[in-house]
């Protein structure tokens, strides 16, 4: 089991920017990747950030790519997502999950075992 508790979202205009934090604690070893997705209301979950969890390579989807960055710290067993130059849509609930077969993909939700309760980025326009 991989508990993962997520921190940080709240309410920012746009043009700002937001830290997420996601604090992992159990079989934390037993990870492939950490990634971040998000969903919005009526919408479907979607991948925004992956971090290898050996290696830290890092993986993000087009409409964040040089606004977003996630990285890690494994002495802390947390992963980071500071988000910049945020826009409107970008508001979302965010979750932090934490992938463990490395025999399926990581940008898809599906593949994900463990799962933070979200939290909730707004941004104003």
């Known amino acids: 089991q991989v508990q993962l508790v997520e921190s940080g979202g709240g309410l920012v205009q746009a043009g700002g920017s937001l830290r997420l934090s996601c604090a992992a604690s159990?079989?934390?070893?037993?990870?492939?990747?950490i990634a971040w997705f998000r969903q919005a209301p009526g919408k479907e979950r979607e991948f925004v950030a992956a971090?290898?969890?050996?290696?830290?390579?890092?993986y993000y989807t087009e409409s964040v790519k040089d606004r977003f960055t996630i990285s890690g710290d494994n002495a802390k067993n947390s992963v980071y997502l500071q988000m910049n130059s945020l826009k409107p849509e970008d508001t979302a609930v965010y979750y932090c999950?934490?992938?463990?077969?490395?025999?399926?993909?990581?940008?898809?939700?599906?593949?994900?075992?463990?799962w933070g309760q979200g939290t909730q980025v707004t941004v104003s326009s």
């Open positions: 971090i290898r969890s050996s290696g830290g390579n890092t």
């Open positions: 159990g079989r934390t070893w037993s990870t492939n990747f």
């Open positions: 999950a934490a992938h463990t077969n490395y025999l399926r993909n990581y940008w898809a939700p599906r593949n994900y075992d463990y």
